[in-house]
Antibody, heavy 122, light 107 residues
Framework: EEQLLASGGGLVQPGGSLRLSCAASGFAFSTYGMTWVRQAPGRGLEWVSL????????YYADSVKGRFTISRDNPKNTLFLQMNSLRVEDTAVYYC???????????????WGQGTVVTVSS | DIQMTQSPSSLSASIGDRVTITCRAS??????LAWYQQKPGKVPKLLIYAASTLQSGVPSRFSGSESGTDFTLTINSLQPEDVATYYC?????????FGGGTKVEIK
């Protein structure tokens, strides 16, 4: 069974850092693009970042560009999101999600992790 | 950046009704449009990709269509388990913007 397990969330002060992880199992992780999507309390879905299957291409929403870094460790089947200079408005549930087609450059996301909660507050 | 405008933001319909949700892209995105369903307290679920292709395991009462930059999600014969918020997402190029969501309730 294809699964994603997100972790690393928590309470952090404004200006602080967190590193989210997403452990993948049940599929060939290295052949799919991966993404992070967040959802602030009571709000809609917001795309955060995307990484290609090989890790060579990365993309970010303007709201996080220069503060967040997406990366992946294919041998360890793990996706990461390093979040620096956190702001109150970054408070959200962060979901990792898997591309639906092997080696696709443009892709929807068919498997989602359960989410990890990030709270930025003093 | 391309904006995705979804409407309505909420709707209430009766069991068995046909429900239509629209997503409009501010520029052309070809057919790189997906629809997701998020039930209360749950993780989003992919319903449709490539504007009109039903994801495996999704009931056939769900369908998608496109006309230029307008995309439509249709639920034929609304069921109680369809209560959820529905989102469109473009994936032609970054940013992979979501629409604002449509909350579907039972009347």
């Amino acid at each position: 069974e294809e699964q994603l397990l997100a972790s690393g969330g928590g309470l952090v002060q404004p200006g602080g850092s967190l590193r989210l992880s997403c452990a993948a199992s049940g599929f060939a992780f290295s052949t799919y693009g991966m993404t992070w999507v967040r959802q602030a309390p009571g709000r809609g879905l917001e795309w955060v970042s995307l990484i290609s299957y090989g890790g060579g291409s990365t993309y970010y929403a303007d709201s996080v560009k220069g503060r967040f870094t997406i990366s992946r460790d294919n041998p360890k089947n793990t996706l990461f999101l390093q979040m620096n200079s956190l702001r109150v408005e970054d408070t959200a549930v962060y979901y990792c999600a898997k591309g639906s087609r092997v080696s696709a450059r443009r892709d929807a996301f068919d498997i989602w992790g359960q989410g990890t909660v990030v709270t930025v507050s003093s | 950046d391309i904006q995705m405008t979804q409407s309505p933001s909420s709707l209430s319909a009766s069991i068995g009704d046909r429900v239509t949700i629209t997503c409009r892209a501010s520029q052309g995105i070809s057919n790189y449009l997906a629809w997701y369903q998020q039930k209360p307290g749950k993780v989003p679920k992919l319903l449709i990709y490539a504007a009109s292709t039903l994801q495996s395991g999704v009931p056939s009462r769900f369908s998608g269509s496109e006309s230029g930059t307008d995309f439509t999600l249709t639920i034929n014969s609304l069921q109680p388990e369809d209560v959820a918020t529905y989102y469109c997402q473009k994936y032609d190029s970054a940013p992979l913007t979501f629409g604002g969501g449509t909350k579907v309730e039972i009347k």
